[in-house]
């Protein structure tokens, strides 16, 4: 019997990110190639846990990568080498997020140009709109 060789998983990116400082927040995803409307861009992969488990861990934290992928399950990215977990939120974002068959995908919303920072709306998110948005954009909610 050969020995099967060791494979590595696929690289889920589909278009080159960058992880640079972000006017918005932190770190951020940025376009490195440009990237057309209605592109998957790439996914974001993590440990999966479960909703209380996820809730737990995001408790007293400034910056969480947990995205809830269902009514039980999360996906905790905070130890994951994809760059698109750094995507900050954005109230007129340029990519949005699709949880599929469990995976946390994004797309792109418009065309984004390399060096663009990717953008999504978090939507609900654990800060319950006691966080100030600080994304910039004209039509800015204010809070998270």
Excluded at 98 to 121: F, H, K, P, S
């Amino acid at each position: 019997m050969t020995p099967v060789p060791h494979r590595r998983p696929a690289d889920p990116q589909k278009f080159r990110i960058d992880v640079k400082p972000s006017r918005i927040d932190g770190q951020g995803a940025f376009a490195a190639e440009a990237i057309p409307a209605r592109r998957k861009i790439g996914e974001i992969r993590g440990e999966p846990v479960s909703v209380p488990e996820a809730r737990r861990r995001a408790r007293g934290l400034a910056r969480i990568m947990i995205v809830e992928v269902s009514e039980r399950r999360a996906l905790d990215a905070s130890q994951s080498t994809d760059p698109l977990r750094f995507a900050n939120h954005s109230c007129a974002p340029n990519a949005v997020l699709r949880i599929r068959q469990g995976r946390v995908e994004l797309y792109a919303m418009c065309d984004v140009a390399a060096g663009d920072e990717i953008t999504v709306n978090y939507g609900e998110s654990h800060h319950q709109g006691k966080l100030a948005c600080r994304c910039g954009a004209p039509r800015c909610v204010g809070r998270l």
